[in-house]
Protein backbone atom coordinates (compact mmCIF):
# COMPACT_ATOMS: atom_id res chain seq x y z
CA UNK A 1 0.00 0.00 0.00
CA UNK A 2 2.63 2.57 0.69
CA UNK A 3 4.39 1.53 -2.92
CA UNK A 4 0.95 2.76 -3.99
CA UNK A 5 0.98 5.89 -2.51
CA UNK A 6 4.22 6.61 -3.72
CA UNK A 7 3.78 5.59 -7.12
CA UNK A 8 0.32 7.12 -7.44
CA UNK A 9 1.12 10.67 -7.50
CA UNK A 10 4.40 11.18 -9.48
CA UNK A 11 1.83 8.99 -12.44
CA UNK A 12 -0.38 11.65 -11.84
CA UNK A 13 1.93 13.79 -13.04
CA UNK A 14 2.31 12.36 -16.61
CA UNK A 15 -1.85 12.14 -17.21
CA UNK A 16 -2.07 16.02 -18.00
CA UNK A 17 1.00 15.42 -21.00
CA UNK A 18 -0.81 12.19 -22.17
CA UNK A 19 -4.18 13.92 -22.29
CA UNK A 20 -2.97 16.65 -24.02
CA UNK A 21 -1.11 14.61 -27.26
CA UNK A 22 -4.27 12.80 -27.36
CA UNK A 23 -6.74 15.37 -27.70
CA UNK A 24 -4.20 17.28 -30.23
CA UNK A 25 -3.82 13.94 -32.14
CA UNK A 26 -7.68 13.51 -32.35
CA UNK A 27 -8.27 16.95 -33.40
CA UNK A 28 -5.20 16.83 -35.99
CA UNK A 29 -6.06 12.93 -37.07
CA UNK A 30 -9.11 13.32 -37.97
CA UNK A 31 -8.91 16.69 -40.20
CA UNK A 32 -5.87 14.74 -41.42
CA UNK A 33 -8.44 11.68 -42.15
CA UNK A 34 -10.84 14.08 -44.13
CA UNK A 35 -8.57 16.38 -45.93
CA UNK A 36 -7.02 12.88 -47.35
CA UNK A 37 -10.09 11.33 -48.00
CA UNK A 38 -11.62 14.14 -50.20
CA UNK A 39 -8.07 14.36 -51.87
CA UNK A 40 -8.21 11.04 -52.64
CA UNK A 41 -11.87 11.23 -54.67
CA UNK A 42 -10.67 14.35 -56.58
CA UNK A 43 -10.77 14.99 -59.81
CA UNK A 44 -7.20 16.05 -59.95
CA UNK A 45 -4.50 13.13 -60.94
CA UNK A 46 -1.59 15.15 -59.31
CA UNK A 47 -3.81 15.48 -55.82
CA UNK A 48 -4.64 12.37 -55.89
CA UNK A 49 -1.01 10.97 -56.68
CA UNK A 50 0.33 12.98 -53.84
CA UNK A 51 -2.42 12.01 -51.54
CA UNK A 52 -1.92 8.52 -52.50
CA UNK A 53 1.70 8.52 -51.81
CA UNK A 54 1.36 9.91 -48.32
CA UNK A 55 -1.25 7.13 -47.07
CA UNK A 56 1.12 4.16 -48.56
CA UNK A 57 3.95 5.74 -46.95
CA UNK A 58 2.55 6.57 -43.87
CA UNK A 59 0.31 3.15 -43.44
CA UNK A 60 3.55 1.00 -44.41
CA UNK A 61 6.12 2.50 -42.06
CA UNK A 62 6.40 2.22 -38.26
CA UNK A 63 5.08 4.51 -36.17
CA UNK A 64 8.28 4.61 -34.02
CA UNK A 65 10.50 5.30 -37.01
CA UNK A 66 7.91 8.17 -38.29
CA UNK A 67 8.26 9.91 -34.54
CA UNK A 68 12.22 9.35 -34.62
CA UNK A 69 12.15 10.63 -38.11
CA UNK A 70 10.38 14.13 -37.25
CA UNK A 71 12.22 14.28 -34.15
CA UNK A 72 15.35 13.37 -35.06
CA UNK A 73 16.20 12.97 -38.37
CA UNK A 74 14.60 16.18 -40.13
CA UNK A 75 16.35 18.48 -38.23
CA UNK A 76 19.57 16.84 -38.70
CA UNK A 77 19.50 15.97 -42.23
CA UNK A 78 17.29 19.03 -43.50
CA UNK A 79 17.47 21.77 -41.04
CA UNK A 80 13.52 21.43 -40.06
CA UNK A 81 13.01 21.57 -36.93
CA UNK A 82 9.30 20.92 -35.73
CA UNK A 83 9.56 22.87 -32.53
CA UNK A 84 9.21 20.77 -29.53
CA UNK A 85 9.20 17.30 -28.96
CA UNK A 86 5.25 17.89 -28.09
CA UNK A 87 4.38 18.88 -31.59
CA UNK A 88 6.63 16.25 -33.23
CA UNK A 89 4.63 13.46 -31.03
CA UNK A 90 1.66 14.78 -32.51
CA UNK A 91 2.57 14.99 -35.35
CA UNK A 92 3.69 11.61 -36.14
CA UNK A 93 0.80 10.10 -34.39
CA UNK A 94 -1.85 12.33 -36.39
CA UNK A 95 0.03 11.85 -39.93
CA UNK A 96 -0.29 7.70 -39.38
CA UNK A 97 -3.26 7.79 -38.06
CA UNK A 98 -4.78 9.98 -40.61
CA UNK A 99 -3.36 8.01 -43.19
CA UNK A 100 -5.32 5.18 -42.38
CA UNK A 101 -8.60 6.87 -41.29
CA UNK A 102 -8.63 8.50 -44.92
CA UNK A 103 -9.31 5.13 -46.53
CA UNK A 104 -12.00 4.89 -43.91
CA UNK A 105 -13.57 8.58 -44.96
CA UNK A 106 -13.07 7.72 -49.02
CA UNK A 107 -14.22 4.35 -48.57
CA UNK A 108 -17.45 5.23 -46.62
CA UNK A 109 -18.33 7.73 -49.20
CA UNK A 110 -17.49 5.26 -52.03
CA UNK A 111 -20.29 3.29 -50.16
CA UNK A 112 -23.51 5.52 -50.42
CA UNK A 113 -26.15 3.87 -52.77
CA UNK A 114 -25.75 5.31 -56.19
CA UNK A 115 -29.55 5.92 -56.16
CA UNK A 116 -28.27 9.00 -53.21
CA UNK A 117 -26.37 10.46 -56.26
CA UNK A 118 -28.74 9.96 -58.90
CA UNK A 119 -31.50 11.53 -56.78
CA UNK A 120 -29.37 14.28 -56.09
CA UNK A 121 -28.59 15.07 -59.67
CA UNK A 122 -31.97 14.87 -60.33
CA UNK A 123 -33.57 17.70 -57.78
CA UNK A 124 -30.20 20.17 -59.40
CA UNK A 125 -27.89 20.25 -56.75
CA UNK A 126 -24.12 20.92 -57.08
CA UNK A 127 -21.29 18.84 -56.41
CA UNK A 128 -21.01 20.64 -53.16
CA UNK A 129 -24.40 20.79 -51.82
CA UNK A 130 -24.60 16.75 -52.99
CA UNK A 131 -22.02 15.89 -50.87
CA UNK A 132 -22.81 18.41 -47.98
CA UNK A 133 -26.96 17.31 -47.40
CA UNK A 134 -26.91 13.66 -48.56
CA UNK A 135 -23.47 12.04 -49.56
CA UNK A 136 -21.73 12.89 -46.37
CA UNK A 137 -23.94 12.52 -43.48
CA UNK A 138 -24.51 8.87 -44.57
CA UNK A 139 -20.95 8.54 -45.34
CA UNK A 140 -20.08 9.84 -41.89
CA UNK A 141 -22.57 7.49 -40.11
CA UNK A 142 -20.50 4.37 -41.54
CA UNK A 143 -17.33 6.06 -40.23
CA UNK A 144 -18.23 6.29 -36.64
CA UNK A 145 -17.69 2.38 -35.61
CA UNK A 146 -14.20 2.40 -37.17
CA UNK A 147 -13.22 6.36 -35.96
CA UNK A 148 -14.22 4.78 -32.39
CA UNK A 149 -12.00 2.36 -32.73
CA UNK A 150 -9.00 4.46 -33.69
CA UNK A 151 -9.69 6.96 -31.01
CA UNK A 152 -8.60 4.14 -28.51
CA UNK A 153 -5.66 3.12 -30.90
CA UNK A 154 -4.33 6.80 -30.37
CA UNK A 155 -4.50 6.86 -26.99
CA UNK A 156 -1.82 3.36 -26.96
CA UNK A 157 0.11 5.47 -29.13
CA UNK A 158 0.55 8.04 -26.73
CA UNK A 159 2.93 6.38 -24.86
CA UNK A 160 5.45 6.14 -27.78
CA UNK A 161 6.09 9.88 -26.59
CA UNK A 162 7.96 9.01 -23.79
CA UNK A 163 10.80 7.48 -26.19
CA UNK A 164 11.71 11.36 -27.22
CA UNK A 165 11.95 12.84 -23.62
CA UNK A 166 7.79 13.99 -23.05
CA UNK A 167 7.01 13.14 -19.20
CA UNK A 168 4.12 11.03 -19.79
CA UNK A 169 2.28 8.41 -17.55
CA UNK A 170 4.97 5.80 -19.20
CA UNK A 171 8.22 8.12 -19.24
CA UNK A 172 6.67 9.12 -15.19
CA UNK A 173 6.76 5.32 -14.58
CA UNK A 174 9.82 4.02 -15.68
CA UNK A 175 12.05 6.95 -13.71
CA UNK A 176 10.21 5.05 -10.87
CA UNK A 177 11.43 1.70 -12.10
CA UNK A 178 14.94 3.03 -12.80
CA UNK A 179 14.86 4.60 -9.11
CA UNK A 180 13.86 1.82 -7.53
CA UNK A 181 13.44 -1.58 -9.63
CA UNK A 182 11.59 -3.93 -7.19
CA UNK A 183 8.74 -1.17 -7.58
CA UNK A 184 8.96 -2.49 -11.28
CA UNK A 185 5.32 -4.87 -11.04
CA UNK A 186 3.32 -2.51 -9.30
CA UNK A 187 5.21 1.14 -11.25
CA UNK A 188 3.20 -1.37 -14.88
CA UNK A 189 0.38 -2.48 -13.39
CA UNK A 190 -0.57 1.03 -11.78
CA UNK A 191 -0.01 2.52 -15.61
CA UNK A 192 -1.87 -0.19 -16.94
CA UNK A 193 -4.77 0.77 -14.58
CA UNK A 194 -4.03 4.62 -15.37
CA UNK A 195 -4.55 4.04 -19.11
CA UNK A 196 -7.54 1.73 -18.56
CA UNK A 197 -9.07 4.16 -16.76
CA UNK A 198 -8.74 7.33 -19.51
CA UNK A 199 -10.01 4.70 -22.14
CA UNK A 200 -12.97 4.20 -20.11
CA UNK A 201 -14.91 7.31 -22.07
CA UNK A 202 -13.48 6.32 -25.11
CA UNK A 203 -14.75 2.64 -24.98
CA UNK A 204 -17.96 4.13 -24.53
CA UNK A 205 -18.23 6.52 -26.80
CA UNK A 206 -16.59 3.65 -29.36
CA UNK A 207 -20.28 2.01 -27.98
CA UNK A 208 -22.52 5.52 -28.79
CA UNK A 209 -20.54 5.93 -32.18
CA UNK A 210 -22.09 2.20 -33.28
CA UNK A 211 -25.20 2.80 -32.18
CA UNK A 212 -25.32 5.89 -34.24
CA UNK A 213 -24.08 4.44 -37.06
CA UNK A 214 -26.87 1.97 -37.46
CA UNK A 215 -29.20 5.02 -37.86
CA UNK A 216 -29.99 7.08 -41.04
CA UNK A 217 -28.22 5.10 -43.70
CA UNK A 218 -30.04 4.71 -47.26
CA UNK A 219 -29.30 0.75 -49.03
Do not use: H
Not at 170 to 189: C, E, H, I, M, R
Amino acid sequence: MSAIIEIFPALMKGVEITLKVLFASILLGYSMAFIAGFCRLSNNIILRSFTGFYVEVFRGTSLIVQLFWLYYALPMLFGWDIGSNFWAGVLAISLNYGAYMSEIVRGSIQSVAKGQYEASTALNMSRFQRMRLIILPQAVRMMLPEFGNYLILMLKSTSLVSLIGMADILYQGDLLKDANLSLAPTVYFLVLVFYFIIALPLIWLTKKMEGMSKKGVAS
